[in-house]
């Protein structure tokens, strides 16, 4: 407990103040440690967080703060701190026979002093020492020095993926309770991470292609914006794709009921980068898919972006009652009037689309210069959503050699299906089961695990690579969701398929 100062770190809103993050973050690891040891597991994250908790009035910080965490293996934590009221500082985890009792946990005792904890079973106290004749706080530093020595990028007592997992519970935590720092609002995030400008790097390698009717190059791994949910995650991962070379970003109108779209165009203005980037917009979505709300919902899609126009707009889903000319001279208007630069159908049937630039060849107007349907290694076995299409299938693949038309592939690693993620006897994630589980996938998936093991990469790269090596321009959507999730992406870019690889690959044929 500390008395009110508005100068002091504890309560500074500039400083994180608050106690969530003082010495909650504690508790937090001392429980997903515990739920860790019960699985046998260096440490298990939470599935769930749910908090309660009182902001000062003035500077915004959390005063006090409880939360509970569930486990996925049944272990439920409840953990509270406070920089404004004085509370017991000492540990308790409850089993079906006893109890443990750390009256301790977080102050190391003075150097050669034991740890004291105390095991309550069958009616009786057991005091339990743990003692090192080492300074505990010298044990850290040591582990760290030696790392460094090694040249080791993290010290196996707290992993990065330890680390990491601590602060998404934190985060969540502070969520819960509406706490949410001046700097972390999207409008003042105006730094990168590293506090440096955002600038390409050496080394930055993502390829580009051209899409008719726009002038700028377009990445060939495209960022899908559709995950995060806070300006310092958003700008984490898109900083990253950035400096790599990136230079295109997907959004559209529904998600997250506009959020994505705030936070992009946020970021853009925040980093100044505009004219350096190719923005696409999807609207248009089932049950609102027709000219009149395709105009209303481009306009409040520029407008959550703050900018004049997309570089590519698609309309999300087709509408076989509207007649194709109606969307083809809407949308003209909005190329006349600068609002777009070009345009496509995403979850199009191909011969609505060429019905679509029929029109626009008879009438003297702008067609379609793409289209974005599902396309990977794997087949989709059921639609992700509804209303979903893919252009996986031979026809497919055929008209869009002839006709070289882009596409723009989602789920283009097919969600993880290359990953460890999937096996014939792993059910748990549904939307993996439903959509990829078949003979035939399985048969291509082990095709991919040969390759890439001959070819000194991984599966999920195999699989990208598979779908930036057809006979017409492709270009892969990308979700990360953190950094390494890009880096692993990317792996695809160093990986060459020949017409025979990528045949074998699709069970086209026997042998290599």
């Not at 429980?31 to 009182?54: D, H, K, W, Y």
Request: charged content about 20%; aromatic content about 8%; overall charge neutral.
């Amino acid at each position: 407990n500390a008395g009110f100062n508005a100068e002091s770190r504890l309560w500074s809103n500039a400083a994180g103040g608050g106690g969530i993050l003082d010495v909650g973050c504690y508790a937090v690891s001392f429980s997903r440690l515990i739920a860790g040891a019960m699985s046998g597991q260096p440490f298990l994250n939470p599935t769930s967080v749910t908090g309660a908790g009182e902001l000062h009035p003035q500077t915004g910080v959390d005063v006090v703060a409880a939360a509970t965490l569930k486990f996925a293996n049944g272990l439920v934590a409840q953990v509270a701190t406070s920089v404004g009221l004085s509370q017991d500082n000492s540990a308790r985890i409850y089993g079906s026979t006893g109890m443990i009792v750390v009256p301790s946990p977080w102050i190391p005792p003075s150097e050669g002093e034991p740890a004291k904890f105390f095991l309550h079973k069958d009616g009786k106290v057991e005091e339990i020492s743990v003692a090192t004749d080492k300074n505990l706080y010298g044990l850290e530093a040591d582990a760290v020095a030696r790392a460094l020595e090694l040249g080791e990028r993290e010290v196996s007592a707290m992993s990065v993926a330890d680390t990491l997992g601590n602060m998404a519970a934190l985060d969540a935590w502070r969520a819960s309770i509406g706490l949410l720092y001046e700097a972390e609002k999207p409008e003042n995030f105006l730094h990168t991470h590293a506090r440096r400008p955002l600038a390409k790097r050496a080394d930055a390698n993502i390829p580009t292609g051209v899409i008719p009717h726009l002038a700028k190059p377009v990445s060939r791994l495209i960022m899908g914006c559709d995950n995060t949910v806070t300006m310092p995650h958003s700008a984490a991962v898109w900083d990253d794709y950035f400096s790599r070379g990136g230079n295109t970003f997907d959004t559209a109108y529904v998600y997250g009921g506009g959020l994505q779209e705030r936070l992009l165009g946020q970021w853009i203005k925040n980093r100044g980068i505009r004219e350096e980037i190719s923005v696409i917009v999807k609207g248009a979505h089932t049950p609102f898919c027709t000219p009149e709300y395709l105009t209303e919902q481009l306009h409040e899609s520029l407008g959550r972006l703050q900018t004049p126009y997309a570089d590519i707009y698609m309309l999300h889903r087709d509408n076989l009652e509207v007649p194709i000319g109606e969307f083809v001279e809407v949308l003209n208007e909005h190329v006349k009037a600068g609002r777009i630069k070009a345009f496509g159908g995403s979850n199009w049937t191909l011969p609505r689309v060429a019905a679509a630039n029929r029109y626009a060849a008879r009438k003297g107007l702008q067609g379609f210069s793409v289209v974005s349907n599902n396309f990977s290694l794997a087949r989709m076995v059921d639609p992700v959503w509804a209303g979903c299409i893919a252009a996986s299938d031979k026809d497919s693949r055929r008209w869009l050699k002839k006709n070289q038309l882009p596409l723009l592939a989602w789920s283009s690693q097919a969600r993880g299906f290359f990953t460890d993620r999937a096996a014939p006897d792993k059910r748990e994630d549904e939307q993996l089961v439903r959509c990829w589980y078949s003979e035939d996938n399985f048969a291509r998936r082990d095709r991919a695990i040969a390759l890439a093991k001959k070819k000194g990469t991984t599966p999920i790269a195999i699989a990208a690579a598979y779908v930036l090596a057809q006979p017409f321009p492709t270009f892969a959507l990308i979700g990360p969701r953190i950094v390494s999730e890009t880096v692993s992406s990317l792996a695809c870019l160093g990986v060459t398929l020949t017409p025979k690889e990528t045949a074998w690959l699709n069970l086209e044929r026997e042998r290599l």
